[in-house]
Each structure stands twice: as structure tokens, then as C-alpha cells.
């Protein structure tokens, strides 16, 4: 099969699949739409078999596309794994370290640490893939990153080790002129009546809300809904609705007395117990796990 298997056709043929596009294939992989083609009608030739239905602007994998899809990602975690495992035999500590997390996470908890990690590892070049936790989560599954600093999912995939750094208290609130900012007392059922501005019911922290409110037997009135924090914070303090936020974000937002202790949500870092590490992604765990250590001292 000559380089069918090489990891650039690997690359855009996963690339192809999960975006079910050439030219968003392209972006993702930073390659012209005709170099994709490229790849694919190479691959397609040398296995003597049709791997997308092209109708149109439709693309669709068949059923062997859908066989060798299973089979890619398997091969492309063995040939990455063996990768890294000799690069780590010389014990350096270099080269590209690629990880996901979330923009808040990104905004209001790593800059420390990544300003630790550079200082100590010049030679690592740092890939950080910003969006959202459970894509991020969805990613390390897959093997697209080695790590993700992310909200940890109540119930994680046992193929994954996560690992608690921070815990991130989540308190309820509204706009200073909002109508539940008059209430000398709140109930989670006086909550529901009014319009909630929240992230969407993928995400973690939303299903840890719908199952407090599951327990009282009530049900959201949801308003707008967009999984950016900052904007859901914008939009709490002009008086669109309430939402549930972290104490990081309250600031200027009037706290709702709702409970007798805060929602706390545990933020940290998570890998694929099957793959192994680069020397740089043990480095930064040790760098995360060393600042924790710090902050707790404090």
C-alpha cells in the first residue's frame, strides 16, 4: 500500500469524514482544497474502493469509507503513540505540545501557569485549540490532542484519567435591577419563573442545573442561550435574565442567596489512559499538578 497509511492521509481523510467537507477539510488542516482531493483520490486508488458518495455539495461515506474511518483512527493513535514514545527515549523536553480548553479556562486560569511552563520549557511550542469543554473532551477520545484543561464531565469515559485542579464556584445571579434582586428571600421555584440566560444542555455545567432543578421537580424558562460566559455575563448585567456563573465572572451582578452552599463544578485536566504522553505533555500535567500544590499552600 505504498504510504496509504501515512498520518497526512490519515489526516485529511478523517478531516474529510467529520466535517463531511473538502474545503472545511482544507481550513482545518491549513491545505488547499485541491491537495485534500488530492490525498483522498490517492487513498481511494490504492485501495480500489469508493470512499465518499459526492452528490452535489453533499459528501456521504460509504460503507467502506465508514469501515476504514473505525480502522484510521485506530492505526492513527498507534502511529502517533509509537511516535512519542521514541521521541521521549532522549529525554528532552521539546517540540509542539498540542491541548484544548475552554476560553474561560483559557482567560482565567491558565495564564499563570502557562507563564510558568514557558519560562521552564523554552523549546515547547504550544499549540492551544480554544473552544468549547465537551468538543475538547470528544477530541482526547478521538487522540486530536494529547491533553484538555477543561470543566470535567460528571461521569467520565473510563478510557480517561481526569484529574481535578480547581474548583470553580458557581453562584447564581441577576442584574442589580433585576425584579429577583428586590426578593429578600428566593426560592428555586420563584428561580424558574423567570427567564434563564444559559449555556446549552450539551454542556456540563448546564446538565449539573437541570439536575438540581430535576430534584425539585421544576423546569427552566429559558431565554437566550449561547455557550460563551462573557457573553452570558453581558447579557445577565443589561437584564436579560439570570443564569448560574462562576464567582469569577459576578463581579457587578447581584449574587441570588439560593442555596446553602455554592454549585462548584471541578475544573482540571483530562488524557486517554491508552496513549502515550509526549515528554512535553507530562511536563505541563507536572507544571498544572505543581501550581495547584502552590495555590492550595497559599
Not at 421537580?217 to 429559558?222: A, F, I
Amino acid at each position: 500500500m505504498g504510504n496509504t497509511f501515512d498520518t497526512q492521509v490519515l489526516h485529511a481523510f478523517i478531516a474529510v469524514a467529520e466535517s463531511r467537507s473538502f474545503s472545511q477539510a482544507a481550513e482545518r488542516l491549513f491545505l488547499t482544497q485541491p491537495a485534500i482531493s488530492k490525498r483522498i483520490a490517492g487513498l481511494e486508488e490504492q485501495l480500489g474502493k469508493r470512499l465518499f458518495d459526492r452528490v452535489g455539495r453533499q459528501i456521504q461515506l460509504t460503507e467502506a469509507g465508514k469501515l476504514l474511518l473505525a480502522r484510521s483512527y485506530l492505526l492513527f493513535d498507534m502511529m502517533e503513540d509509537t511516535r512519542r514514545a521514541l521521541d521521549n527515549l532522549d529525554g528532552e523536553i521539546a517540540g509542539t505540545l498540542t491541548f484544548a480548553t475552554s476560553h474561560h479556562i483559557g482567560l482565567h486560569r491558565l495564564p499563570p501557569v502557562l507563564e510558568t511552563f514557558a519560562h521552564q520549557y523554552p523549546n515547547v511550542r504550544l499549540d492551544i485549540r480554544f473552544g468549547e469543554s465537551e468538543k475538547a473532551y470528544e477530541g482526547v477520545l478521538k487522540g486530536e490532542f494529547e491533553l484538555a484543561i477543561i470543566t470535567l464531565a460528571p461521569d467520565p469515559d473510563p478510557r480517561l484519567e481526569s484529574i481535578s485542579i480547581w474548583d470553580d464556584e458557581l453562584r447564581f445571579v441577576c442584574s442589580q435591577h433585576h425584579p429577583l434582586a428586590q426578593a429578600e428571600a428566593l426560592t428555586l421555584q420563584q428561580l424558574a419563573e423567570y427567564e434563564a440566560i444559559l449555556p446549552d444542555q450539551r454542556t456540563f455545567t448546564r446538565q449539573r442545573l437541570e439536575e438540581l432543578l430535576k430534584e425539585h421537580e421544576l423546569r427552566l424558562k429559558l431565554g437566550m442561550t449561547t455557550n460563551n460566559l462573557d457573553t452570558i455575563r453581558m447579557l445577565v448585567q443589561i437584564g436579560q435574565g439570570w443564569s448560574l456563573l462562576p464567582s469569577k465572572l459576578s463581579e457587578g451582578l447581584c449574587l441570588l442567596p439560593l442555596l446553602d452552599k455554592p454549585i462548584d463544578r471541578p475544573l482540571g485536566y483530562i488524557r486517554h489512559r491508552e496513549r502515550t504522553l509526549s515528554n512535553a505533555a507530562e511536563a505541563f500535567m507536572q507544571t498544572l499538578r505543581d501550581h495547584t500544590n502552590e495555590t492550595t499552600a497559599e
